[in-house]
């Protein structure tokens, strides 16, 4: 069965580093997730995408956060700086375009900011 | 505001007897519910989904029920076994695509 690829799997930077992920979703998938999920909590949605246009980026930190899927296919999210309070679980997810259609998790990045 | 709450942090039961998890959410009208299994360092995987008009839902040994009145979701493994020891999330989702997870309850099933 398809998998969602991410990478890399973990990560440690130092605060006032830049960090980048990198996320593959299902072939045929239009919509793209990220979320980031502290420990103990559910995931929050930080953006998501359809095809290669944003459709939802309104709890994303825009003064460090930046998010791209510039042909539609792949994305990268990349935090610049990081500071300790992004220490998370970085998830990406992809479904079908429809509400309905289930998400489909990748395997997550742990990022751990010192 | 919107809140998503999952019964307890976590449940303890033992083999073989039925473990029951509970959604219940307030200020939200979800056209679907969703409920995932996520294992430790993992991401979450998808369980059941069940529509605002549909009152049960069943696969294998879990049962799923949406109650839209009580504004609550139950959630069921019946025959539990150690190997379903994992943390839960429930989802809501609107008719526009967005979901909001759950806090999640973490299931033990005790040999």
């Known amino acids: 069965e398809a998998e969602v690829a991410q990478s890399p799997r973990y990560k440690i930077t130092e605060k006032s580093q830049a960090v980048a992920f990198w996320c593959d979703p299902i072939?045929?998938?239009?919509?793209l997730y990220w979320y980031r999920q502290i420990l103990g909590q559910g995931p929050e949605l930080l953006v998501q995408?359809?095809?290669?246009?944003?459709?939802?980026d309104s709890q994303l930190p825009k003064d460090r956060f930046s998010a791209e899927r510039l042909k539609g296919v792949d994305s990268t999210l990349k935090i610049q700086p990081a500071e300790l309070g992004d220490s998370a679980m970085y998830l990406c997810?992809?479904?079908?375009?429809?509400?309905?259609?289930?998400?489909?998790f990748g395997p997550g990045t742990r990022l751990l900011v010192l | 505001s919107q809140k998503i709450e999952q019964n307890s942090e976590a449940l303890n039961i033992q083999e073989g007897k039925t473990a029951t998890l509970t959604c219940n959410y307030t200020?939200?009208?979800?056209?679907?519910l969703q409920w995932y299994r996520q294992d430790p360092g993992r991401g979450p995987v998808f369980l059941l989904l069940i529509r605002e008009n549909e009152k049960e839902k069943r696969k294998e040994r879990l049962k799923v029920t949406f109650d839209t009145t009580l504004k609550q979701s139950l959630f069921h493994i019946t025959a539990s076994q150690p190997a379903d020891s994992a943390t839960y999330l429930c989802?809501?989702?609107?008719?526009?695509?967005?979901?909001?997870f759950g806090a999640g309850t973490r299931l033990t099933v005790k040999p």
């Open positions: 989802a809501l989702e609107s008719n526009n695509n967005d979901m909001r």
């Open positions: 995408f359809q095809d290669e246009s944003v459709v939802d």
């Open positions: 997810a992809s479904s079908f375009r429809t509400a309905g259609s289930h998400r489909n």
């Open positions: 072939s045929g998938h239009a919509t």
């Open positions: 200020n939200y009208s979800p056209a679907y």
